[in-house]
């Protein structure tokens, strides 16, 4: 009997879009010969599963499952590509656990501390990896011009600190863009990070590890004409992504040992990517941790999966199967 896969997207953030493609990346990627693939889209409670005509039905939220012909069907796994709430935060993460369904993201405590960008950061800092300096603000939270450029000075980003695709993201470079940039902010997450701007080359390097292997896939360098990467750079082909890098040897193997370490520290499952950007004298800062990367046809992880050689159908079946071997 083929397993019966749930590939999860939607979400109730302005990400959806971006994770709706993400779903039909991964349908096309997971082998189906093996496995039998549908595509279950959340936004807020509206629950429903693609069927193979086309056509839309209810889950079930009792127990994730669906009517097909006429017969109950329940899944075997759930690929979840949710970027933003529920599914990149441990929301959907804790429900799998509470109905002992496998899933292929990290767990709970992983997944809600790297959602939160600033609180991550803050915690690598701690084992001596290198961030930025930044601010953090709660909605009701007021902050004069120059407490930030004290603290973080100008030019800097302000953006949502949950949440991703660089939705509500500005490059602040003069104090009269700081407060119209927080407003900005607070309209996508109840939460703004502020964060001092770095000079340098921005690179990002996936990683997935099972029982048996670790594979830390090859450097993806991103070079864009435009103020930062930004949706249009991400998903419009405002950029240029250089698979591997031009970088040093000693600087890749560098950066894919802290992306290792990285994993490690955090307790991360499935497919991680984590982006930085190198500044001057080959310094390696930490931008975020992305657990539910992009897996549209052009996103990195699939460019930096054929980079390194490997078949996607390969890397899916590891992410699922992995959790059927202690079982």
């Not at 990400?15 to 990627?29: N, P």
């Not at 759930?78 to 369904?101: C, K, R, S, V």
């Not at 902010?185 to 099972?210: H, L, R, S």
Request: proline fraction near 4%; charge should be negative.
């Amino acid at each position: 009997m083929k397993r019966r896969i749930a590939i999860i997207a939607g979400g109730d953030s302005s990400e959806i879009v971006v994770s709706l493609r993400s779903a039909e990346g991964i349908y096309s990627f997971i082998d189906r010969d093996v496995y039998n693939t549908y595509i279950v889209e959340m936004e807020g409670l509206r629950w429903e599963v693609k069927l193979p005509d086309g056509s839309m039905t209810p889950i079930d939220r009792n127990d994730f499952s669906f009517m097909e012909n006429g017969e109950k069907k329940v899944f075997d796994f759930a690929y979840i590509t949710i970027h933003g709430t529920p599914g990149e935060n441990g929301l959907l993460q804790g429900y799998f656990e509470m109905l002992q369904i496998p899933y292929s993201s990290c767990g709970v405590l992983p997944s809600a501390l790297t959602f939160n960008k600033f609180t991550c950061n803050q915690y690598l800092k701690g084992f001596g990896i290198r961030v930025a300096e930044s601010l953090m603000l709660r909605e009701g939270f007021e902050i004069l011009d120059q407490e930030v450029i004290n603290k973080v000075g100008l030019p800097c980003f302000i953006k949502p600190n949950l949440g991703g695709s660089s939705f509500g993201v500005t490059k602040v470079k003069t104090a009269e863009q700081i407060q119209p940039a927080i407003e900005k902010a607070f309209d996508e997450a109840p939460e703004v990070m502020i964060e001092a701007y770095m000079e340098g080359t921005e690179i990002t390097c996936g990683c997935y590890k099972t029982a048996n292997k670790e594979v830390v896939f090859p450097i993806t360098e991103v070079v864009t004409e435009n103020e930062f990467f930004d949706f249009d750079a991400k998903y419009n082909g405002q950029v240029d992504e250089i698979t591997p890098a031009r970088i040093s040897d000693d600087l890749t193997e560098r950066v894919k040992l802290l992306t290792s370490a990285v994993y490690d520290i955090l307790g991360c499952s499935g497919i991680i990517r984590v982006d930085y950007i190198i500044t001057e004298g080959n310094k390696i800062n930490l931008l975020e941790v992305n657990t539910t990367p992009g897996m549209t046809v052009t996103s990195f992880i699939p460019q930096q999966v054929k980079a390194a050689g490997l078949d996607i159908k390969d890397v899916m079946a590891d992410i699922i199967e992995e959790e059927f071997i202690n079982q």
